[in-house]
């Protein structure tokens, strides 16, 4: 299960879950749990932007890395966390609805996928 940050549109602001192909989505007549949009319900999508975000980890693999090696460890740490990518996009449903949605790029390339297919 993906995480999705929704930042705009006609859902509810906040977290929302992505799953093979289906979201999870809070609106404002059903806030919890939500309702189930499948991605095939888009009619358009579009990268609005891409940025480059350190790992959560990073931070933590840091740490232990200067506990065990000092220094050297801490920049070693901090690189096995690595970055990940972080792709903010709108999404216009079929039936008009629309949403403007944070997600790591793996899971927007599988969004993307399923529009395709």
Known sequence: ???INVLAGDFLQGNGEYRQGVFRLATATNPSPGVEVKASAFKHLEIATQDSITNRDAIGYGIAGAM???PVGALAG???AGKETEVTFIAT???GRKLL??????????IEKRLTA
């Open 93 to 95: 449903f079929k039936d």
């Open 78 to 80: 901090y690189l096995i």
């Open 101 to 110: 949605a944070a997600t790591d790029s793996e899971t927007y390339r599988d």
């Open 1 to 3: 299960m993906a995480k």
């Open 68 to 70: 065990l090696l000092g």
